[in-house]
């Protein structure tokens, strides 16, 4: 079973600049996470897709940030236009259902660099 | 404010020794709390998840604790390998959405 993936893994972006990740989940996970973590800062939370419906987004930094997950597949995260405290690893994960203990399966992260 | 602290940040061991790394957190409503394990260049990998009611899961060498009226958490590594050398990161997830919050992680180095 192939596991969550995310392309690009590195973007290298000028101050400005618009950048598309993206987030394919294990097939049949209707849950969808994108989480973020700055430079030497925790990982944290950005929003929650159940399907293509946003369950929660209250972990968005501002609305430079935009999130879709149409048909409820894959998730794409639009930076526009990017900051310097955008760069970070962003991490997406996904999980089968919304039981308290789903385990939460992450992609390897999408390292961002803004100049 | 829920928030998770570990320690330490880092350490070192030898291939073969235990070792054990601590986690407080201060998450409410409590629903379970979670150790992963990170790799360089590659996302946290579940190691165990334990509920409230739960104060010890193991998972072949690394056995979790869990005091929930003290609020902390443990992970210990039994006869480390080398392949055991990455970042250990305590998630707690409340009771309030699927929202998890994440600890700093201690960043464990096992040499030969």
């Known amino acids: 079973e192939a596991g969550v993936t995310q392309f690009p893994s590195h973007s290298v972006i000028e101050k400005g600049q618009t950048v598309t990740l993206r987030c394919d989940p294990i097939?049949?996970?209707?849950?969808l996470y994108w989480y973020r973590r700055v430079m030497g800062k925790e990982i944290k939370f950005l929003l929650h897709?159940?399907?293509?419906?946003?369950?929660?987004e209250s972990g968005m930094p501002n609305n430079r940030f935009l999130a879709e997950r149409t048909g409820g597949t894959y998730s794409t995260l639009k930076v526009q236009p990017a900051e310097l405290e955008d760069s970070g690893v962003y991490f997406c994960?996904?999980?089968?259902?919304?039981?308290?203990?789903?385990?939460?399966?992450f992609g390897p992260g999408t390292r961002l660099t803004v100049l | 404010k829920n928030q998770v602290e570990q320690s330490p940040q880092s350490l070192i061991i030898l291939e073969g020794k235990n070792c054990t790394l601590q986690?407080?957190?201060?998450?409410?409503?409590?629903?379970?709390l979670r150790w992963y394990k990170q790799d360089t260049g590659r996302g946290p990998v579940s190691l165990t998840i334990?509920?409230?009611?739960?104060n010890t899961k193991s998972n072949g060498r690394y056995t979790a604790t869990l005091d929930a009226d003290t609020k902390q958490s443990s992970l210990h590594i039994t006869a480390s390998q080398l392949s055991d050398s990455a970042s250990y990161i305590c998630?707690?997830?409340?009771?309030?959405?699927?929202?998890?919050?994440f600890g700093g992680g201690t960043r464990l180095m096992v040499k030969p």
């Open positions: 897709f159940v399907k293509e419906s946003k369950q929660d």
């Open positions: 986690c407080n957190y201060t998450v409410s409503p409590f629903s379970n």
């Open positions: 998630v707690a997830k409340n009771n309030a959405g699927n929202m998890l919050t």
């Open positions: 334990m509920t409230f009611s739960e």
């Open positions: 994960a996904s999980s089968q259902d919304l039981r308290s203990t789903d385990t939460q399966y």
């Open positions: 097939s049949g996970h209707d849950n």
